[in-house]
């Protein structure tokens, strides 16, 4: 299989879109050229008040992308949840298709590390970001009781 055409997912935990990843508009493109890709057509509800997309929208997508590669990294069924992200933002964007890709770096026992990019349509990057994020035994957490 050509690596630069998209991958299958490792199991289905990508077509299973999120209700907020669909409320954004957030389109997964699989794994590309070893990262994992997501895909966002900016409309007029990603904007800020300066009329350029949002920062949230940006680290929402990089948040997405980077777990998304530390979960391709798991055994099926394993999970993970974000611990911290640091993020810069390069420059500015206010319309077309911008796309975020993630690569895992490093995974231990109970944490993993992953960094990523968002890039416009001319592959001029926009945000980067590195983030860690704890790993779970399953995909989805019952809420327990906190001390």
Same mark, same amino acid.
């Given at each position: 299989? &050509?690596? &630069?055409?998209?991958?299958? *997912? $490792?199991?289905?935990?990508?077509?299973?879109?999120s209700?907020?990843?669909? *409320?954004?508009?957030?389109?997964?493109?699989?794994?590309?050229?070893?990262?994992?890709?997501?895909? %966002?057509?900016?409309?007029?509800?990603?904007?800020?008040?300066?009329?350029?997309?949002?920062?949230?929208? %940006? #680290?929402?997508?990089?948040?997405?992308?980077?777990?998304?590669?530390?979960?391709? &990294?798991?055994?099926?069924g394993?999970?993970? *949840?974000?611990?911290?992200?640091?993020?810069? !933002?390069f420059r500015?964007?206010?319309?077309?298709? =911008?796309? $975020?890709?993630?690569?895992?770096?490093? /995974?231990?026992k109970?944490?993993? !590390? $992953?960094?990523?990019? =968002?890039? &416009?349509?001319?592959?001029?990057?926009? *945000?980067?970001?590195?983030g860690? #994020?704890?790993?779970?035994?399953? /995909?989805?957490?019952?809420?327990?009781?906190? =001390?």
């Amino acid at each position: 299989m &050509n690596e &630069n055409q998209p991958q299958p *997912a $490792a199991d289905d935990r990508e077509a299973d879109e999120s209700e907020f990843s669909q *409320a954004l508009g957030i389109e997964s493109l699989g794994v590309i050229d070893g990262a994992t890709t997501l895909a %966002l057509d900016l409309e007029q509800k990603h904007m800020s008040r300066a009329s350029r997309a949002h920062g949230g929208v %940006l #680290f929402t997508l990089l948040d997405s992308a980077l777990g998304r590669a530390i979960l391709e &990294n798991l055994p099926e069924g394993r999970g993970c *949840a974000t611990v911290e992200i640091k993020i810069n !933002y390069f420059r500015p964007v206010q319309r077309g298709r =911008i796309l $975020a890709r993630g690569w895992m770096r490093e /995974l231990t026992k109970s944490l993993g !590390y $992953a960094e990523g990019e =968002i890039v &416009n349509e001319e592959g001029k990057v926009l *945000a980067r970001a590195s983030g860690t #994020f704890f790993l779970t035994s399953t /995909l989805r957490q019952q809420d327990r009781e906190r =001390i």
